[in-house]
């Protein structure tokens, strides 16, 4: 068999070894019992959720879904995981919840309905506040103990988030956007008990001024008051302190470009800080007392998680483009690993600079073996408040592997470039981003890297998004289209996606389809279905809720009609897969796609 169609195991291609090696996430910890641990991997063959006991070394699968689980956490305690139940990646659905050392799933918050997560905090005495989202009613709040009916404490139409619970168990923290704008939000404090507001804190003014804040945690000492919060008041994403008892502000001394994200040490004395900048990350212990900032030990590369544990260690998820991930430890040891065959290493990355007309647009490059032009893959990123980083992905390593050149472009709207950046994207939806992959596809090959009648545009969600409404509105620039899960009809998309991000659309737009339509036919691929020239291959979940298929149907009928060469593969999960045999299959089917039209 050949490398696209598959292989026996013994000839199994680099780029399938990736996919299959065996990974796992970074553990989480129970607050009360540091022992016990819960990972996600995916050894079976299907991202699922794991408990670790670190005294015994036992290991257990917790979930065994036929679409995967990863969204779960553990009680204070360490005696339950709980986990998100949804029906086949469609996100609706209910907490579940199991013992530690296994037995007999029940409905962890017994009398709430189904609906999408919006949030979770569990806390002393099997305490929880779960957050719901709905098409109907927006968003609700609910206190729920053990042995009692759920009390709700917040409704509110536009979306929100439970953000975190005192160590206590007196305060919750809800992270809002009552005042219309889903990208910046502001933090409430409601007591427990009876749901009274306590505290707010508010960097909108009221949608006016696009400032957003970020709940980093309460302090974890029992009767503290103060939170950690992320805020954007110098341009970017910086931690501070806010005592919600007294309303007493603390600003960090924290000087570091980029964005600079925070948690708590577990005994309250420090903070650990995670900055990004660039494109790469590195982590620094930050002692409260004396306001100093020492970094620790990282290796080049991306942070994709971090936590600090009792001991005063600190474990982190770490890779970089070329290297695969791994769980290690300041101590210097990796600290989780799974079984069985390893992901073989890729190529580096290289920075690219580039002049655009919102600033300069940073690019990272990986290129194969050989002198260029190359046929090159553009591989857009979604989002769109997201960014590339120098961290390991098997899907851009599998194009270097078919020996193309593969460019990811942080556009306007990615985060990690300050907040002008990513909130340029508004009212422009789309346009804005596609003007900084021109800008970046003209470098590329006037530079010599790219081979001009070579091109691929490609990506997932809001990079399918983007694939789409690139191919219509610069349809001489792209010699193929490879969009997955992406927005392909806006206003069908708006009418049947998920409240939340309905909320979003009408922040990035200024209003619905029905107050501002000629924003969203501005910003639709189907509206530039008929300039499309390249072939097109399209891939969707049947039950994705962020992406629905109705839209995307619609917008594949104008392809047929119109006859434009195109293909169209449909599978039966949500917002991608979390199987690894399927995303293989699909990453096949693209690799083939693009093969078939440019060679490679």
């Known amino acids: 068999m050949n490398e696209i169609t598959g292989s026996p195991t013994g000839s199994m291609p680099e780029w399938e070894k990736r996919f299959r090696a ?11 019992a540091p022992h016990r641990s819960l990972f996600v991997s995916n050894v079976t063959g299907t991202y699922e959720l794991y408990a670790w006991d670190r005294t015994t070394g036992g290991r257990r699968q917790v979930t065994d879904r036929p679409n995967g689980t990863t969204d779960g956490t553990l009680s204070r305690d360490g005696a339950w995981v709980w986990w998100f139940s949804d029906t086949d990646g469609d996100e609706f659905g209910i907490w579940m919840r199991q013992p530690f050392d296994g037995g007999e799933d029940v409905p962890a918050a017994p009398g709430l309905e189904a609906s999408y997560p919006a949030g979770l905090a569990l806390g002393p005495d099997g305490l929880a506040v779960v957050g719901r989202s709905t098409d109907d009613e927006g968003t609700s709040v609910y206190v729920v103990r053990p042995d009692a009916e759920p009390v709700e404490v917040y409704r509110h139409e536009e979306s929100a988030s439970v953000g975190d619970l005192s160590e206590d168990g007196t305060l919750v923290v809800i992270e809002h956007t009552e005042h219309g704008d889903a990208m910046h939000s502001a933090l409430r404090v409601l007591s427990v008990a009876d749901g009274r507001a306590v505290a707010e804190l508010d960097d909108t003014d009221g949608g006016r001024v696009e400032l957003g804040l970020d709940c980093l945690g309460f302090a974890p000492v029992v009767g ?41 040490y577990p005994d309250g004395s420090a903070l650990l800080v995670v900055h990004d900048f660039r494109a790469r990350s590195e982590m620094f212990r930050y ?7 020492t970094r620790l030990d990282t290796p080049a590369g991306s942070v994709s998680g971090a936590t600090a544990r009792p001991d005063g260690t600190v474990e982190y998820l770490w890779s970089s483009a070329e290297r695969p991930p791994a769980v290690r430890s300041t101590t210097g040891a990796v600290v989780l690993e799974a079984p069985g065959l390893r992901a073989p290493e890729s190529v580096p990355v290289t920075d690219a600079w580039v002049d655009g007309p919102g600033g300069r647009i940073h690019a ?13 893959v553009f591989e857009i990123h979604g989002g769109p408040t ?50 900084d992959i021109a800008a970046v596809r003209a470098w590329a090959v006037s530079s010599g890297l790219a081979d001009p009648e070579r091109l691929v545009l490609t990506g997932g969600s809001w990079g399918g998004y ?36 309905k909320s979003l659309d009408r922040t990035f737009f200024g209003g619905s389809p029905e107050e501002v339509p000629a924003r969203y036919e501005a910003s639709s691929p189907l509206t530039y279905v008929e ?20 839209q995307i149907d619609n917008y594949v009928e104008r392809l047929r009609q ?26 096949r089917l693209e690799l083939a796609f693009a093969l078939k039209h440019v060679g490679g």
Request: glycine letters at 10%; one cysteine or more.
């Open 531 to 550: 300039r499309v020239a390249a072939p097109v291959y399209i891939s969707a979940g049947m039950n994705d809720p962020r992406c629905p298929i109705r």
């Open 224 to 264: 503290d008051t103060r939170l950690l919060v992320g805020h954007q008041r110098s341009g970017r994403w910086l931690p501070m302190i806010w005592d919600t008892a007294t309303g007493e502000e603390s600003a960090l001394a924290i000087d570091l470009p980029g964005d600079v994200h925070a948690e708590w």
């Open 386 to 435: 997201w960014h590339d980083a120098d961290a390991f992905a098997a899907g851009p390593a599998a194009w270097v592997d078919h020996g193309f050149a593969v460019v990811r472009v942080n556009y306007r709207g990615s985060t990690g470039y300050g907040r002008e950046w990513t909130d340029a994207l508004k009212h422009r939806v789309g346009l804005i981003e596609l003007e």
């Open 22 to 32: 065996p990974r796992v996430g970074l553990p989480e910890w129970a607050e009360d």
């Open 287 to 293: 002692d409260l007392a004396a306001g100093t900032l």
């Open 562 to 587: 119109l006859d434009k060469p195109h293909e169209v593969y449909r599978y039966d999960a949500g917002h991608g897969s979390l199987v690894v045999e399927e995303r293989i299959k699909q990453v």
């Open 364 to 376: 990272l490059v990986q290129k194969p073996a050989g002198e260029g032009p190359f046929p090159t």
């Open 466 to 501: 983007l694939t789409l409404l690139g191919l219509g509105t610069q349809p001489e620039a792209w010699t193929v289209g490879i969009a997955a899960v992406p927005v392909a009809d806006y206003v069908a998309a708006y009418a049947d996606e998920m409240e939340a991000l």
